[in-house]
């Protein structure tokens, strides 16, 4: 008799377990599933901030401009690697530091991809390792509140050979109160950011 109830509080207790493990999976399935449209929600309403503020044309436009501005990153990333006078290396890295934000932020490191990095360390390391990049297949993949998240295929070549990858990048798009003589006006920003 003794080994049947033990047998049959052992059956119990795996049968308990098993249900509370099911009803685990599903309620992460659940959390899973209302992340997945909180998400999706909250993009349609990013979206639809910016479509009141501008119109379709305007917002074409700049997300034209924020993809404009990542192929002139890499077009000075390219003249870095030719170039061999210092000062002309520093007017470089001037420019390219004017394309970003100024917030502090880390970026991709071309040379370890696992690792990020500083901007002014990965211009130091795209100048000594003679890294050239070929951008193609440009596309805007989001639109947040403030930035737009654009998608590319990014191919690097170096002494060490090539790679390639797809990269996503931040354009921060927000408005900004500028002086034009004696008249104040809000003009709106892009500004590269985090990738």
């Excluded at 354009?171 to 003589?181: A, H, N, R, S, T």
Aim: proline share 2%; hydrophobic share 45%.
């Amino acid at each position: 008799m003794r080994n049947k109830f033990i047998l049959f509080f052992a059956f119990l207790i795996s049968n308990f377990s098993i249900g509370q493990s099911a009803g685990t999976h599903q309620k992460e399935a659940t959390e899973k599933v209302q992340l997945e449209a909180t998400t999706a929600a909250n993009k349609k309403q990013n979206s639809a901030l910016i479509q009141k503020t501008f119109s379709s044309a305007a917002i074409q436009a700049y997300e034209n401009q924020a993809i404009s501005r990542i192929e002139d990153f890499y077009a000075y990333l390219n003249l870095l690697a030719v170039t061999q006078d210092v000062a002309e290396q520093n007017e470089i890295k001037l420019a390219i530091e004017a394309l970003f934000s100024k917030n502090q932020f880390l970026v991709t490191n071309f040379i370890k991809p696992e690792t990020k990095v500083t901007l002014a360390q990965l211009l130091n390391n795209s100048c000594n390792q003679k890294l050239t990049f070929e951008l193609s297949n440009a596309r805007i993949n989001e639109v947040g509140p403030h930035f737009f998240l654009v998608e590319y295929n990014l191919k690097m070549k170096s002494e060490m050979g090539e790679s390639e990858s797809v990269i996503n990048q931040k354009v921060l798009f927000y408005p900004q109160i500028k002086e034009f003589g004696e008249i104040k006006k809000q003009v709106w920003q892009l500004e590269l950011f985090e990738f």
